[in-house]
């Protein structure tokens, strides 16, 4: 399984971006997608998620009304609106195989891809 984000960038505070991630050898339909990010200096975090089998989606409080994820067969999106400084953030794409009872955890995902840059400008 490979997954390649794409669609980062430099955008201006209050802009917009969409990234996209693909994934070879798997199915985002059977499985869950999420995006995470991790800014210089701190910890990665979840930032949002789906499950387009169950319809189950997961958004961090900090982007609810922001962002939103969709997903279609080999492909996760995750549109990103009203752009913050604090959205600054390497974003990873990543898939989830096994069955967990936490959501939207990065150690429950099973794949990463390598990450595409956001940077916000204030």
């Known amino acids: 399984v490979k997954l390649v984000e794409s669609g980062g960038g430099l955008v201006q505070a209050g802009g917009s971006l969409r990234l996209s991630c693909e994934a070879a050898?798997?199915?985002?339909?059977?499985?869950?997608a999420g995006w995470f990010r991790q800014a210089p200096g701190k910890e990665r975090e979840g930032v949002s998620c789906?499950?387009?089998?169950?319809?189950r989606t997961y958004y961090a409080d900090s982007v609810k009304g922001r962002f939103t994820i969709s997903s279609d067969n080999a492909n996760v999106y995750l549109q990103m609106n009203s752009l913050k400084s604090e959205d600054t953030a390497v974003y990873y794409c990543?898939?989830?195989?096994?069955?967990?009872?936490?959501?939207?955890?990065?150690?429950?995902?099973?794949?990463w891809g390598e990450g595409t840059l956001v940077t916000v400008s204030s």
């Open positions: 990543a898939a989830q195989t096994r069955p967990t009872h936490t959501y939207c955890a990065d150690w429950t995902m099973d794949y």
């Open positions: 050898g798997l199915d985002f339909d059977e499985y869950t």
């Open positions: 789906v499950t387009k089998l169950k319809g």
